[in-house]
């Protein structure tokens, strides 16, 4: 009603104070530059031009500011989450609660769908490429993916959806990673390839709903997303604030880890830490757990090929990408298969079972 609509306008007006002040404008306290878009102001230095009038009062006019700007990672990542609990601050944006599926689930089972770098947003051409791509196909290809690992999974009662990093193709709005500034071929507006993006993940997540009680989801953060990985878990988790059904690992760290039963599987995107380090940082990060279980994995992406192999006390797995080629990869000579996974854990045994979909099962 009345109350909840004042609620919303005094909630934005602060946001906005707020944000305003970060970027240098607040009249009230004598801040009148404006930062630039994303950053924050550490100081000012403002001078005033004091003159005397006629009735022999001091009147002070500022000439000239000086602001003094910084953003940290960890308010960059704020900036991100503010942002989104404004998007879906409209209770209608939320997603209502979802039945449960009637089907009959075992406790037994964990059911991991793995998402290798799926670069929404690249852009290419066939004629340089030799495959055209871009959002629409590349949604199709997720989702459908998605949609038929579904289908051949066993109803175990709890799934794991991992985004191995490089959900989006660019970070930025100038198409460039955050990091090295690398050009990237991207399709459309970066707008509309993150709602693409959003709604496809939000497929995605809704196919594992109608399969199985409990959905936890993992978006790692790749070198092509560091920004957009953090938006797109806020984003969903402010959706599916409805539905506990649904959860989130929230973290901002590079390294995420789920424990099932005797599995402790680790999501690291593959670009921080080199696989021969990763048994060593999973015990570090998880020494009860790794005292606990018996069967580790990490699950990592990056390199778009499929690797496997053992380090001590765990196994390493890289995977590969549903995205055509763009044209740096292409003149790169890179030409690794695509396809995606689930794969069927026991809570004693670990691995017990996988389904693959190749991308021309899927087209």
């Not at 960890?74 to 979802?98: G, H, K, S, W």
């Not at 929230?250 to 830490?273: N, T």
Request: glycine share 6%; aromatic share 8%.
């Amino acid at each position: 009603g009345d109350v909840y609509k004042r609620q919303v306008v005094n909630q934005s007006m602060r946001r906005l104070k707020q944000q305003a002040i970060k970027r240098g404008w607040s009249p009230e306290h004598d801040m009148t530059e404006a930062a630039p878009e994303g950053y924050h102001v550490k100081g000012t230095s403002t001078l005033y031009r004091v003159s005397t009038d006629e009735d022999g009062e001091e009147r002070k006019q500022e000439v000239l500011q000086w602001v003094k700007t910084n953003i940290t990672q960890e308010e960059r990542y704020q900036l991100l989450i503010e942002a989104a609990e404004d998007a879906f601050m409209d209770p209608q944006l939320r997603v209502e609660e979802i039945p449960p599926p009637e089907t009959i689930a075992t406790s037994d089972l964990l059911t991991v769908y793995p998402m290798g770098d799926p670069h929404i947003g690249m852009y290419a051409w066939a004629e340089e490429a030799g495959e055209d791509f871009d959002v629409k196909i590349a949604e199709h290809d997720l989702v459908t993916a998605m949609t038929r690992l579904v289908e051949c999974a066993p109803a175990s009662e709890k799934a794991l959806i991992v985004n191995v990093g490089d959900f989006f193709h660019s970070d930025t709005m100038d198409n460039r990673t955050s990091r090295s500034g690398h050009a990237l071929d991207v399709d459309t507006r970066w707008a509309n390839v993150l709602y693409v993006g959003i709604r496809a993940m939000r497929s995605c997540i809704e196919a594992a709903l109608r399969k199985h009680q409990q959905v936890h989801v993992i978006n790692e953060i790749g070198n092509h997303d560091d920004h957009t990985a953090i938006m797109l878990t806020a984003a969903l988790d402010m959706a599916y604030e409805n539905n506990p059904r649904v959860t989130f690992d929230k973290s901002p760290s590079y390294f995420h880890y789920y424990r099932f039963g005797k599995v402790l599987i680790g999501v690291h995107h593959g670009d921080k830490a080199k696989p021969e380090r990763l048994g060593g940082i999973m015990a570090a990060d998880k020494a009860e757990e790794w005292g606990d279980t018996v069967r580790r994995y990490w699950y990592t992406g990056h390199i778009h090929t499929r690797n496997v192999f053992e380090v001590p006390g765990c196994e390493v797995e890289s995977f590969r990408t549903l995205a055509a080629k763009d044209s740096w990869t292409a003149s790169m000579g890179y030409r690794s298969g695509r396809d995606m996974y689930c794969i069927v854990h026991h809570k004693d045994y670990g691995e017990i079972e996988r389904h693959r979909k190749d991308i021309l099962m899927i087209r």
